[in-house]
């Protein structure tokens, strides 16, 4: 998986977590791997950070670094709607 793809994923599995009726012990696990997939996309985007920061872009690609721009975006997004 991508980086954005885990952040992807951790917005889902927490967005499931809330609205899940499997009880506490479901809502905690949902948590609990959307946290592993929160933790993956942050190294992912630090990793990508300080290739670019260090580089200019020199050894990130365009496609990675337009990967990432729809979840760094400032412009909100409403409910349901995928980055």
């Known amino acids: 998986m991508s980086g954005p793809e885990h952040y ?3 917005e889902e599995l927490l967005a ?3 609205d899940t009726y499997g009880g506490a012990q479901r809502r905690q696990y949902l948590a609990a791997v959307a946290a592993g997939h929160a933790t993956l996309a ?17 050894m990130v690609t365009r496609s990675q670094a337009e990967s990432w721009q729809p979840i760094v975006s400032t412009e ?5 709607e995928q980055s």
């Open 8 to 10: 992807r994923a951790a």
């Open 42 to 58: 942050l190294a992912a985007a630090t990793a990508l950070n300080a290739l670019t920061q260090h580089t200019g872009l020199g």
């Open 76 to 80: 909100p997004r409403t409910a349901g």
């Open 16 to 18: 499931e977590a809330v």
